[in-house]
């Protein structure tokens, strides 16, 4: 296999029998799925997108275009298709993961789409990406409420985070979905019941862009509902892997009260 630095394989399983991939929320890069590296199977490969200007590609010039964003990512994805899999996008990263799939020549054997609208039907919000950064980024910390108090106090993290948040929210706030054949596969949508950003009531509008059975679980929380619910999260992920015909060993089960 090609390595590309556009997926990131923490823990190769060269006897792994079928793969996830992650695709990060706005500013984060691979390290925000860090506790699914050990709570997978065994026979599980996780594969992490991991976008220009964050983490180990700190130097590099983020993209701000979806659609350029997905078909590299759907390109880095090509020899890692061998295995069954599923994929996994949260907020931003669910676009990101849609569009993707629709580029892919295999379909994955289910898509998770977590705290976005439907891509036709995307919530428009007020543009931001264009703001001061201090505006810019207390808009940000405003809306999604995702950034910790002491991340937020760090300044010079902030710095550093900027410009691949910027150019995050530029991609979101500019993308425009074009008609093609709906996916194949399924689709699970994920929602928290108190996210303000994504109404629980357009969650079902993802049935639309597939041809699949399309469910839609809602979990207490807000848009960051993930942090808690990680651990059912993981065991949906694996049960669609396994109810697709692609044997695991046995993970660690769901767990509601689990932390990040």
């Not at 699914?36 to 599980?44: A, G, H, I, N, R």
């Not at 010039?61 to 078909?71: C, E, F, G, R, V």
Request: one cysteine or more; glycine letters at 8%; hydrophobic letters at 45%.
């Amino acid at each position: 296999m090609t390595a590309s630095a556009w997926i990131k394989r923490p823990r190769p399983r060269p006897e792994a029998r079928a793969r996830v991939f992650c695709v990060p929320h706005a500013g984060a890069g691979p390290s925000s799925y860090a506790h699914w590296v050990s709570e997978l199977p065994e026979d599980v490969e996780l594969c992490l997108v991991h976008l220009p200007g964050r983490e180990a590609r700190l130097a590099e010039l983020p993209l701000d275009d979806i659609t350029a964003i997905a078909q590299h990512v759907a390109r880095a994805c090509a020899d890692l298709l061998d295995l069954p899999f599923v994929m996994f996008g949260h907020s931003m990263g669910a676009l990101v993961a849609y569009e993707t799939a629709r580029r892919l020549t295999v379909q994955p054997r289910r898509l998770f789409v977590s705290a976005c609208p439907p891509a036709h039907r995307l919530v428009e919000e007020p543009p931001v990406a264009h703001l001061p950064d201090d505006e810019f980024l207390a808009e940000v910390r405003r809306a999604y409420q995702g950034i910790p108090d002491e991340v937020w106090n760090d300044r010079a993290l902030m710095r550093m985070m900027l410009p691949a948040l910027r150019a995050d929210f530029a991609a979101y706030e500019t993308y425009e979905w074009v008609r093609r054949a709906p996916l194949s596969c399924p689709v699970t949508v994920l929602g928290g019941s108190a996210d303000a950003l994504v109404p629980t009531g357009s969650l079902a509008g993802w049935a639309e862009l597939t041809e699949g059975e399309c469910a839609v679980e809602v979990f207490d929380g807000g848009h960051f509902y993930l942090t808690r619910a990680r651990r059912e999260v993981q065991g949906m992920v694996t049960a669609a892997l396994l109810t697709d015909g692609a044997p695991a060993a046995a993970g660690t089960g769901p767990d509601r009260g689990a932390g990040a």
